[in-house]
């Protein structure tokens, strides 16, 4: 690890990917003050996205490269910001590092042993409250990694981790606020996700499964078997989306605001279905 002075700040490089997120942007650094290093690396925005990051962290490092998808957007980020710390955290302009979650991540870069990525989960956020149960928490993501050791792919319209070594968990939750731009944006942004995940599930149709994945004790490898379980049956898949996220997972329990969050889903499994159905 790196051990230059940090001001008694955390030796951690914190990379933040944005386009047009003004309305997110101060309250995503405010959470990161114990971070040494944090970079913003910007896809042009249309707003005054860097101005705003600028005027609530002076030493934050900005740069600029247009968007093409997320896996090549984290790549980029990696090969040109010259982050200074061997530890690299990456975090979404509507996301936020709760204290509890920066003091897993800060214990776990002193005593990494030989892991050199770990997954975080996200607590969904939604009409002021956390979805508990609809929001299928813990869904875990790759964010926290070792410089050198791991690459993004595209898949879908996210990405998949590439890694040269074991991986691990933090299991304190950060928090995500997916709607922070309202209902409209959301919709928008997963129509055009929709079709992104199109190629991807007839890709995943045609794959074998694997069905040790579903009793095995890796959480990423289980919801990517259902993913490619889900391909093989695109016209049903909204409905069981939703009968998964309201009742097995207990959404009702969330109330009104679960609801809405399972109908909201509802329909962009609705929306896939109808484009996998299209030539």
């Known amino acids: 690890m790196n051990t230059e002075n940090t001001g008694g700040k955390t030796p ?91 003091l897993a991540i800060q214990k776990t870069i002193r005593s990494p042993g030989e892991t050199i990525g770990f997954y975080l989960c996200a607590r969904n956020m939604f009409m002021g409250r956390w979805m508990k149960h609809c929001g299928m928490f813990p869904s875990w993501q790759l964010r926290l990694l070792k410089k050198g050791h791991v690459r993004y792919v595209k898949e879908g319209h996210g990405q998949k981790e590439v890694m040269d070594g ?56 289980r919801r990517r078997f259902f993913k490619r379980l889900l391909a093989r049956a695109p016209g049903v898949r909204p409905y069981l ?15 009104i605001p679960g609801f809405v969050y399972c109908r909201l889903y509802f329909g962009h499994e609705y929306r896939i279905a109808i484009k996998l159905r299209t030539p």
């Open 241 to 255: 989306r939703f009968a998964y996220m309201y009742f097995l997972r207990a959404g009702f329990l969330d109330g």
């Open 166 to 221: 074991p991986h691990g968990f933090i299991t304190a939750p950060y928090d995500h606020f997916g709607f922070s731009k309202g209902i409209e944006e959301w919709t928008a942004r997963h129509e055009k996700y929709a079709a992104e995940e199109v190629g991807l599930l007839r890709t995943f149709s045609n794959e074998p499964l694997c069905w040790g994945d579903v009793v095995g004790q890796d959480p990423v490898k």
């Open 12 to 102: 951690l490089s914190v990379i933040i990917l944005t386009k047009d997120e003004r309305p997110n942007i101060q309250a995503c650094l405010e959470c990161l003050t114990w971070a040494d290093d944090v970079i913003l690396v910007d896809s042009l925005s249309t707003d005054d996205t860097p101005a705003v990051a600028r005027s609530v962290r002076s030493d934050l490092r900005i740069f600029q490269n247009p968007f093409e998808n997320f896996g090549a957007q984290r790549n980029w980020a990696l090969d040109h910001t010259q982050p200074k710390h061997d530890w690299i955290l990456f975090v979404d302009a509507d996301e936020r590092i709760t204290p509890k979650c920066a």
